[in-house]
C-alpha cells in the first residue's frame, strides 16, 4: 500500500512539473477553435471550425490568424497559443462574421492584417503591439481586396505587393503596392493556374478521381529564399484529405513563374489528420522553416477543419520541402536551427491503434471502436455529457506511455463562438496494469481551458496495459472522442522490412493514365500501418502516404511526364522497421 502511494505521488508530482518543460507538440494543434456559423449550422449541427492559416514570427512571439476566429492568437513556444478576442471587419460587413483566410505580413516594426472580401472596402489593420491588442486602420478601403490575399514585403528592396484568388474557373493574381499608400501601384498579373491535366494531385474528389469537377486553387502565398520567389498554392478543395500545396518559383516577385518538379511540398492524405493545404511557410525564433495548413474533419460539416504544423524547409538544391511523415505523431518544438530533411518525429509510436476499449455508455452508431481506428472522421460518443462518463483503451500489455493526445468530436454541441472562460475540458487520466486498480496520473477536474485537442506530454514515461479517461465536464455537448493516441513504445517486436513492394503504372509508350499508380506489397505480420515515400528522384523522397491496415494504395497523384521513385517501411508500436530498397516507375 506504501508502494502504490508513492507511486501517485511521483507520477502526479513529475507532470506538474513537465508543462514548462514540454519539447513536443501533435497534430492537430491544440487551440480553442471557434464554433464557426458556415454553411448551414441550423441543419449540420454546430461544430468547430477553422482552416486557412498564416503563422509569423514578430517580435519575439508567434502570431496565428485563420478564418472566423473573431480574433487571433500568439505563442512564444509555438506550443502554448493564448487567444485574443478582436473583431477586425467594420460593422457593415457581413461575411461569415469575421476575417476569412486572412493576410498576416509585417513591414519594419509594423504587424499587416487584412481579411477576404469581394468588394474594394474592407479595412488593412495596423499593429506594434498586437500581443497587447492595439490596432488602427492603416488603410480604410483597400482597392486592392480579394479572396485569400497575402501582402508580401520584400524586405531586401523593400517593396510590396499582394497575391490573391480563390476559383475553379480564374487564375491566381498578383499585384505591387504603392509602398506609402498601400493601395495597387500598376496592373494586376495573373501568376498561377492548375494544370490538373498533368499534376494529379490538382484533380477534384477525396482520392484525386474526380474528373467531371474543375479543381479550385486559392491560398496563394509567397517565401522568398536566395533572391528566388516560391509562390505558394493550394489544391483542389479543402474538403479532401489530399488537399495539399504546390509551389512555383521565378526570379521576380511577379514572375514568370515554374512549377517545381517536386510537388505538391505539403501533403498529408493519410493517417489520423488528412490534409495539409491552403497554408503559409514562416521561419521560427532560431531560423528553422516551418509550414502551417489546413487539416480536413469534414464530418458535420464540409468546412469542419482544423490546424496543423510541419516541419519545412529548402534543401541543398533549394528545393522547398514539408516534411509530414508522421506528421500527426509527437513532434519537437522549435530548439535551435534545424535541418527538417532530418526527422523532427520524436520516435514515440501510437500504442493503441484498434486495440480494444470499454466504454460507460454509447450513443447510436457512435461505436466504441471508432476512438481508436486512426481515423479523425470518425469518433466515439456517450450518451451523455456527465461526469463519469468514460473510456478505458487496452493497450494489449505494459507499455512505457510518454504521451496522450486526446481529441474531442463536439457531438450535439449547443453553443457558437468561444465557450465562456469557466467551461474548459474537464477531466482524469487514469492507468493501470490490471483494468482493476486504477492510479490518476493527471487530474484535469478544475481545469477552464478549453482544449479540444489536448495533448499531454509526461516528463517522466509511467509503465501502465490501460488507460482511462473519466469525463467530469464538457463545455458543451456529449462526451465524444474521435481519438484517444497514447504513445510511447512497447517492448516488442518492430516490423522487417517490406518485401515484394510493387508499383503498376502506364508506361510512357504505351496510352494510358500515367498520374495514377498502384502500389501492392507483402504484408508485413508484425506492422500496425506503413508508409511510404515518393519522389522525383531517389535522393528527394519528400512526398510520404501513411497507410493503416493494408497492404496495396492506389496513389492518384503523380505528375503525368516525370519518372518517379518509391520505398516504403512498416511499424508498429515498438518503433519502425527499416526501409525497403528504393523503387522505380517511369
Same mark, same amino acid.
Given at each position: ?161 499582394? %497575391?490573391? #484568388?480563390?476559383?475553379? /474557373?480564374? !487564375? ?5 503596392? *504603392?509602398?506609402?499608400?498601400?493601395? $495597387?501601384? @500598376? ?60 509551389? %512555383?518559383? #521565378?526570379?521576380?516577385? /511577379?514572375? !514568370? ?5 517536386? *510537388?505538391?511540398?505539403?501533403?498529408? $492524405?493519410? @493517417? ?315
Amino acid at each position: 500500500m506504501k508502494f502504490k502511494l508513492f507511486t501517485v505521488f511521483f507520477l502526479v508530482f513529475h507532470l506538474t512539473v513537465s508543462f514548462a518543460q514540454q519539447q513536443t507538440y501533435c497534430n492537430p494543434i491544440d487551440i480553442d477553435y471557434g464554433y464557426c456559423p458556415i454553411p448551414n449550422f441550423v441543419t449540420q449541427g454546430k461544430h468547430r471550425a477553422t482552416a486557412d492559416p498564416v503563422i509569423t514570427f514578430f517580435k519575439g512571439k508567434y502570431y496565428l490568424f485563420s478564418t472566423n476566429q473573431w480574433g487571433y492568437w500568439h505563442s512564444s513556444d509555438m506550443l502554448n497559443w493564448t487567444f485574443i478576442s478582436q473583431k477586425f471587419l467594420r460593422p457593415e460587413h457581413k461575411v461569415y462574421d469575421e476575417l476569412c483566410a486572412p493576410s498576416l505580413s509585417f513591414v519594419n516594426d509594423t504587424l499587416l492584417v487584412v481579411g477576404s472580401t469581394q468588394g474594394k472596402d474592407f479595412p488593412i489593420w495596423m499593429s506594434t503591439l498586437p500581443d497587447q491588442k492595439k490596432w488602427k486602420e492603416l488603410v480604410h478601403k483597400s482597392e486592392a481586396a480579394a479572396w485569400d490575399p497575402q501582402i508580401f514585403w520584400d524586405q531586401e528592396k523593400d517593396e510590396l505587393y499582394e %497575391y490573391y #484568388g480563390s476559383s475553379n /474557373l480564374y !487564375p491566381l493574381y498578383g499585384v505591387k503596392l *504603392n509602398r506609402k499608400t498601400f493601395q $495597387p501601384e @500598376g496592373e494586376r498579373i495573373p501568376v498561377l493556374a492548375l494544370n490538373d491535366d498533368e499534376h494529379g494531385w490538382e484533380r477534384f474528389g477525396e482520392h484525386n478521381d474526380n474528373t467531371f469537377l474543375q479543381p479550385f486553387t486559392e491560398g496563394a502565398f509567397m517565401t522568398k529564399y536566395k533572391q528566388k520567389y516560391y509562390l505558394q498554392y493550394g489544391a483542389p478543395g479543402t474538403e479532401f484529405s489530399g488537399y495539399a500545396d504546390g509551389v %512555383y518559383i #521565378g526570379d521576380g516577385p /511577379l514572375g !514568370p513563374f515554374n512549377y517545381q518538379s517536386h *510537388n505538391p511540398f505539403s501533403y498529408k $492524405p493519410g @493517417g489520423f489528420a488528412r490534409g495539409a493545404g491552403h497554408g503559409a511557410t514562416f521561419q521560427d525564433a532560431f531560423g528553422a522553416y516551418w509550414h502551417v495548413s489546413t487539416i480536413g474533419i469534414c464530418t458535420k460539416n464540409n468546412f469542419e477543419r482544423r490546424l496543423g504544423i510541419w516541419p519545412a524547409g529548402f534543401d541543398q538544391d533549394d528545393v522547398m520541402y514539408s516534411n509530414t511523415a508522421y506528421g500527426d505523431y509527437p513532434t519537437y518544438l522549435p530548439s535551435f536551427k534545424k535541418d527538417h530533411l532530418q526527422p523532427s518525429f520524436r520516435g514515440w509510436m501510437l500504442l493503441n491503434y484498434n486495440k480494444p476499449v470499454q466504454v460507460s455508455s454509447t450513443l447510436g452508431g457512435y461505436q466504441p471502436n471508432f476512438s481508436v481506428d486512426e481515423d479523425i472522421k470518425t469518433y466515439w460518443s456517450a450518451k451523455t455529457g456527465l461526469a463519469g462518463e468514460y473510456l478505458i483503451s487496452d493497450l494489449g500489455e505494459t507499455s512505457k506511455i510518454h504521451a496522450i493526445q486526446l481529441n474531442y468530436a463536439d457531438q450535439d454541441a449547443e453553443i457558437m463562438g468561444k465557450p465562456i472562460s469557466t467551461a474548459g475540458h474537464k477531466y482524469k487520466l487514469l492507468c493501470s496494469s490490471d483494468g482493476k486498480h486504477w492510479t490518476t496520473f493527471l487530474d484535469q477536474s478544475t481545469s477552464n481551458i478549453d482544449a479540444p485537442h489536448a495533448y499531454h506530454e509526461l516528463e517522466k514515461p509511467i509503465l501502465a496495459r490501460y488507460v482511462k479517461i473519466e469525463n467530469i465536464a464538457m463545455p458543451t455537448g456529449k462526451f465524444a472522442l474521435s481519438g484517444l493516441r497514447v504513445f510511447g513504445l512497447q517492448n516488442s517486436t518492430k516490423p522487417g522490412q517490406v518485401s515484394q513492394f510493387v508499383s503498376l503504372r502506364s508506361s510512357p509508350k504505351i496510352k494510358g493514365e500515367r498520374r495514377n499508380v498502384w502500389f501492392k506489397w507483402q504484408l508485413e505480420p508484425f506492422a500496425d500501418g506503413y508508409v511510404i515515400y515518393f519522389g522525383k528522384s531517389p535522393e528527394k523522397l519528400y512526398g510520404s502516404i501513411m497507410v493503416y491496415g493494408k497492404n496495396e494504395y492506389y496513389f492518384s497523384g503523380l505528375d503525368k511526364s516525370d519518372a518517379y521513385y518509391f520505398q516504403i517501411e512498416a511499424f508498429n508500436a515498438a518503433g519502425i522497421g527499416p526501409k525497403s530498397p528504393i523503387i522505380k516507375a517511369d
